[in-house]
């Protein structure tokens, strides 16, 4: 009886160890977008009808270092109310972005300029990562695939 139940006991702290991955660390990458100074990890921002700055909008790479380079292509959506070279211009030109190695961050600015809009159109720009070269998770892991986007609304101040 009791080689019996040690048997048993055996098996059974063999069969849990042999289920713990103590070495592996959880990981599953995914590509984000957030305003550069956003702790709040918010899909939305606005910038003033007045203002004459340059922000920056971050494309995010959540994972473990890198062996390849990574290539994230986007999109860069302006809505009728805005007009480039009027409202704003894109420092930041071209709709991809290559994460190298060790690189976690990239930046992605747009230089607003003063000049009223229009309330009733879509004052609008909405920046959305649309593929990535490795096939990681696109937004923030889950159904909603949150920070996928970031719209930045011009509002009149």
């Not at 103590?22 to 956003?38: G, L, M, R, S, T």
Request: include cysteine.
């Amino acid at each position: 009886m009791i080689n019996r139940i040690a048997i048993i006991l055996a098996a059974a702290a063999a069969l849990l160890l042999s289920s713990c991955k103590k070495n592996e660390p959880y990981d599953h990458p995914f590509i984000y977008v957030i305003q550069a100074d956003d702790a709040a990890y918010a899909a939305t921002s606005t910038v003033s009808s007045q203002a004459t700055v340059v922000r920056t909008y971050n494309i995010c790479l959540s994972s473990k270092e890198l062996d390849e380079n990574l290539i994230v292509d986007y999109s860069f959506t302006v809505g009728d109310g805005l007009k480039a070279g009027v409202d704003f211009e894109r420092v930041t030109t071209g709709n991809q972005v290559v994460f190298a190695p060790g690189v976690y961050t990239m930046p992605v600015r747009i230089r607003w300029l003063p000049n009223e809009v229009d309330a009733s159109k879509d004052n609008t720009v909405t920046i959305r990562i649309e593929n990535t070269s490795l096939g990681f998770t696109i937004g923030f892991p889950g159904p909603d695939q949150l920070s996928r986007q970031h719209t930045i609304r011009k509002i009149n101040m």
